[in-house]
Each structure stands twice: as C-alpha cells, then as structure tokens.
C-alpha cells in the first residue's frame, strides 16, 4: 500500500475504483490502464475494496500510481463510503472511473451530491447470459448520474442500452493489447509435419462459464475422428476435479494435460498451435487478444464479442457454440495442414497489430476524460 504523493502539479486527478486486480483479463486491463496512461498531464490513484488474498497485479501498479488503497486492510465495511468521498475532496479528484465494483456503483449518489463538477465514468466487460450483474444493475439504477460509459465492445453497447442507458452515453473503448513489446512470437515454436500431433491449448478458469466439458466433448470427438492432438488446459477452477473425471470416462485423459494458474502465459502460447474456446458467454476476451498476437488461431464459440475480433481470415468462428462437429471439424483441418494453420496464425497478428493496438484503448479513455471535463471549473 502507498501513499499519496502531494497534489497541486496542475495534473489531472483520476480515482480508479476496482474490487481488486487478480489474475485475468479484466484486471490486466486495469494494469494496462495505469501503465499507458499519460503522468504528464493525469495522476492515477487505485482503491480496492474486497479482501483478494491473490491480489497479483497490485505490485504492478503501485510504480504507476500516485497511491495505492486496499480498503479491508484500513477500514470496516460502513467506514468505505466515508474514506473515498474524503478522498476525493483532498485530493482534488476530477475523474472517478469505476470498474466493476459494486461498493463504487452504489456511491455514485454520493460521490455526484458531494462534487456536481466530478466526471464519473463506468468501465464494464460482459453480461452474463442471464442478463444478471452489473450491466442491468447499473444501467437501471445509475445511468442518469453518469457521465459516460466506457463499453469493450459494440455487442456489449448494444446490451448495456437494451437496459434504458442512452447510447450517447456509451463509448467503445476496445481493451486492446501490447503486441509489439509484451506479447510476440518468441521463435522457439517449432515446426509442425501434418503427422505430428496439433498443439492445443484451453485457457481460462475451469468454470461452468467457460464450459470445460464441451471442450472434453470436442477432444474426444475429435480423437475419434483420428485427428492427432495434445490439450494443454492451462487454468484452475472448481470443475477440476468433474472435468478430469469426465476426461477419464471419455478416454481422452492422456492427450488432457491439466497445469493450474499461470502467471507466465507466453510460453503457453508459444508451446502451441491453436486456442480452443468453448465458452457460455464472454465480455471481449484478452485470451483471444494474447493468443492472436503470438500467432495462435483462434477457434471460438459466436458469443459475445468475439465476431468482432476474428473472423474466417484469421481463425475460426463457430456459429453454434454447442455444436461439437463444427470445433471438430476446424481442428481437423488445422491438423491436416500445418501451413494453412501458420498462414492464419500470421494473419491473426496483423489484425490485432493493426485494429486493437493497446494505445489506442489509453488514448481513447484520455480523450474522454478531455471531452467530459472541458468547460468544467477545476
């Protein structure tokens, strides 16, 4: 934890209010946010507000931030609305920017009745399948109290004004990624012969979101279909256990190898040929961003966002995200021709290098905040 450096630079103070920075997308997001955001002319300031006892990515973004506040370590659960509103008079916070977090959600009354002036700015990811969570709860509660939303994607504006937000208000801001610097073919993937087992990895939490038996569904029709594989399922989850088991029943445990967290990705990606995804719904996800700049292709289900990522010129969609033959047959044809798979791989690269470059996702935000903030005394 950090504290505050001293105000009064003539920069920009911006309160990034989060539940936690965990492993995932959405969090490496958040570090993405501090680390591009321009010092010069805004001064980042983090609050957390849930007990995170992995709360990985905060080590990255205390060099970044002006201070740095995980509130259940101070305070009780009566005294958060208190601090931060305190917080924001002290420290001459002009921009607050909450993502995903409930307590930060349900202070929005507050934080508008206590500073008129204050640009407040809400950043969501994805709505559930049921259309539970924070899309509806916000857009029906809040939205007349907010400045702007930041959205991920068209399909999640689309979502979030099917609730009553005024779509003025909603601003594509793709996550993007660093795909020059951070995340590369590192050169050691080697070749692949057609008679060589395709390289597959499964990455994510082991959660019914994510639907890991479908993906077991799919290897095991894809082996019997005699197309020649090996799954790395790099992630942890409570469906472990039910989906090894289901591996077992199925006669695929031996080409299902199971690995746990990673916080070290690249080398997943580099050991493999194609990401496999199988998910129930997705916000926009940075496994499909990571896996197409290092030249993995991407066979995907058609939730979400994801049409607006890839399409059949770097990867594969499948329409029916339930249908098993149609994974099986992308898989079948990336295994039969290795360099058909290495075309598309390359391919996928370009897109993200030149359509969701991560300068573009912090340019973006910061233009916002000029435009919401021009003509407002501070």
Known sequence: MTAPAPGGDGRVGVLYLAPWVIPGGADKGTVDWFRLLDRTRFAPHLITTTA????????????LAEAVWNLPDLLDDDEFGPFVLGYVERHDIRVVHIMNCQFGFDLIPALRAARPGLVIVVQQHAEEVDRSG????????????????????????????????????????YTGIDATDEWHPLGTRPPRRPSDPLRVLFAGRIEDQKDPALMVDVVAAARRRGIPLVVDVVGEGSLRADTERRARELGVDDVLRFHGVSLAMAPWY????????????????????????????????????????????????????TDVG???????????????CAALGAAARRRVLESFPLTRMAGEHMALYDELLAGRPG
């Open 52 to 63: 995170a006892a992995n709360n990985a990515f905060v080590c990255d973004i205390e060099p």
């Open 134 to 173: 924070y899309v509806r709860y916000v857009a029906t509660r809040y939205s007349p109290l907010l400045d702007a939303y930041s959205a991920t994607s068209v399909d999640l504006k689309r979502r979030i004004c099917s609730h009553g937000a005024d779509e003025r208000l909603v601003r594509v801001i």
């Open 326 to 340: 149609a994974y099986v047959a992308a898989l079948a044809a990336l295994a039969a021709d290795p360099g058909r």
């Open 270 to 321: 580099e050991a493999n040929d194609v990401l496999l995804m199988t998910s129930r719904f997705e916000g926009i996800p940075y496994v499909i961003f990571e896996a197409m700049a290092m030249e993995l292709v991407c066979v995907v289900p058609d939730v979400n966002a994801n049409r607006e990522l890839l399409d059949g010129s770097v990867g594969f969609v499948v329409d029916d995200r």
